[in-house]
């Protein structure tokens, strides 16, 4: 293709806003148009397929606009639930003295494992997992749970079929998309035809009716869920398991939030007997431990796990993590040690107490203003229903009339529509001047 | 599926070894069978295409074996290029001192930019592109190149066809393979059919002769070259962006080794005028700053690379990066920013010097004992020909009479047969005495 014959090639308007740290989208185009070589490579069908931008830029645009709009206005921010409390000392410390000593010939270190550091890897089985059977060979230590989706998802053969709880982390849904396997997505009713969506809702009790839901290959299952704050019990997650068992479906079981839970809902999915042979689990210490910036996280691939053949789905993943990861930040896997001896794990629950008491107060003076309020027990997250409305327009109203920032339900599926997720993952003093202000719209 | 119907469903025996941190692949099993529930999973068969455990762990394998046989040995690792020199204080006391800011109230910092921080973005397109019309928006910092070759794997359709330079970086082609690019593996040749294999080797001074190579939509491009340690020239590397532009490719080139070039060839692919519109950049920190362990990289996504339907490239990595990514920890941030400080650049420079004499100290002791020496002088890797002979028959010899490790070449491609690989990160010491050893034996 000659340069001279590539005036015709038009960059596409987006119809996207452009994000506050991006700005390639206004740049250099005429009225959304591009002049410039286009080269063959075709656009992949599955990113096409995406219906928006990711939900968490999205919002962080959103707040953006309104603090340029309002330069004034004392902004809170409960929409993206990222942790605000500084981390304890002790794990800070383990931190910055693995950072120096890679300064020294004695305390260098270079390329790990792929698989994680195996003291780091024996810690967490030991106190995550002690009494569940999970050996520290079938942790694999990554950056976050985020990043091992991706990672499953490339695992798993292009056929497969998917379900998630309905709403859920969109991770999930985005990720099946570009992966291919979420099929053609319907307007009419904002779903992908090859997902099986699981509702969850207030008529029942947040937990899927197991008895009309469609068998998938993989399912994915965040208990305390996200944005919904509700923990599965430990019967709920068993019928889950023997679910999966009875239709050789593997589950991806999301316990990034386990920390938080309160009663005795099992923390992990492993606590159910069986469930090493149909489940993978994906955790963090992001919200764990206030890690959402250093990133660190683990998948437990259980060794009894296996596909159709009889073949160990632990050796392909760890195949994955050779080829497509090179293991987590030495620093950050130092950090996680730390988090783990007995002094630090202690001064994390501390932070974690203080997010579950600002999910309380939230929770509460919520429900006292007649909102419909749910989660927030076992769960970072206040999960408001606004019956019969949209949650887009709740989240405009209450931004400007508070300019506290929340998340929209809508955007973690279709049954999240009328909801508005409110984050617990804030100062004290933020949590009480925001909920000063939500009662002052609402009563 | 009943528990009880399960017992005739098999483990399936590796055909691979074990390697030193896993053992997975040995326990619980009872004459490589096993019996247990079996999911109805099938394995993807994009897995079962890949032809052999990933190079590198296999490495770190027949090391362990080795050690464990002759544990008195003093084994020189100059296999895996694993950096092992100190990283400079003045980089480490950044990272220390951001670990450190962690536990105050003022230096807390939770979930940063997907894309990398800004200062860091601007740092990296001042500092190394700064006169190549690089903007910091186009920069996209991660945890490694290899993690984004992975990455940039997701962003691309299921159809397109990838070339590589034979012998190259194994990711290239095993991620292909994950992703189901890659066809049919022959026996025969060592090659999968949907694979365009661009030979270099000393005949063509290891570049392709492009008049020969067929049209692929991606063209993965490592300059300087692992493991030839050959870097392309500024005239070839132009002739590479033309031959892409003609054939409207997008060449995807990994320049990790370009601190190490040590004549006029080009650091950067976007020191060619047009690049930007061809190609997409991947780099790293790893050898470059000794961030092997610390993990941090970049991906150039010029905002001029347009999909066949105009369509801007950099907006869909954006969302894989958003959705598949949460960001490089901000602690290896902090050490990269202060790598790119004047003060922070001159002293990273100063360990890639003493690689590089080490490289010379390799290729001129191989070279005067009548080996046929290549590479080593724009890159930490020097590549030894033994022609007619099997590159792991070489490996072992060396390994078993001098207790040095190399990397077998063919483990590269079927091009670096009969070569093995020398990696120059060691200490002088163990350079120095890995060639002594090497003398003896060859001499």
Known sequence: MLYSQ???CIFRASVVSPQPNTNWSR???????????????????NMENLQSEYLFPEIFMR????????????????????????????????????????????????????QGNTELRMAIAETLYGNMDVKSHEIFVSDGAQCDISRLQMLLGSNMTVAVQDPSFPAFIDSSVILGRAGKFHE????????VYMNCNPENDF?????????????????????????????????????AKSNGSIIIYDSSYSAYISDYSPRSIYEIPGAKEVAIEISSFSKFAGFTGVRLGW???????????????????????????????????????????SQGYQAITNVVDYYKENAKIIYETLGSLGLKVYGGKNAPYIWVHFPGRSSWDVFNEILERTHV???????????????????????????????????????
Chains 1, 2 share one sequence.
Not at 223 to 230: D, F
Not at 299 to 322: A, H, M, Q, W
Request: aromatic share 8%; proline share 5%.
């Open 27 to 45: 740049s250099k185009s005429n009225n959304g148009r591009r002049v410039g070589h286009c080269t063959k490579v075709s656009r992949s069908v």
């Open 207 to 243: 937990f899927p009716d197991l008895q009309t839901t469609s068998r998938a290959d993989i399912i994915f299952f965040c208990s305390p869920n996200n944005p919904t704050g509700y923990a599965a019990s430990w019967h709920q997650v068993k019928q889950l398991v023997e679910f």
């Open 299 to 341: 998948t437990v691939l259980p060794e009894e796990l296996l596909y159709s053949n009889g073949f160990p789905v632990i050796k392909d993943y760890n195949r994955i993590v050779c080829t497509c990861f090179n293991g987590a930040s030495n620093i950050a896997q130092a950090g996680g040690l730390a988090c783990l001896s």
């Open 405 to 443: 920032v929340t998340i929209p339900g809508s955007g973690f599926g279709p049954v999240g529509e009328g909801y508005i997720r409110v984050s617990a993952f804030g100062s004290r003093e933020c949590i009480l001047e925001a909920t000063r202000r939500l009662k002052t719209m609402f009563s």
């Open 6 to 8: 590539l005036s015709l």
């Open 188 to 195: 009419e009713t904002g779903k992908y035809g090859n997902i």
């Open 63 to 114: 707040e953006y606009e309104h603090s340029q709009k309002n330069p004034h206005a004392n902004l809170i921010r409960l929409g993206v639930g990222d942790t605000t409390q500084p981390i304890p000392d002790i794990v800070t410390k383990a931190m910055a003295q693995h950072a120096q000593n890679l300064s020294t010939v004695e305390g260098y270190k270079g390329y790990g494992a792929e």
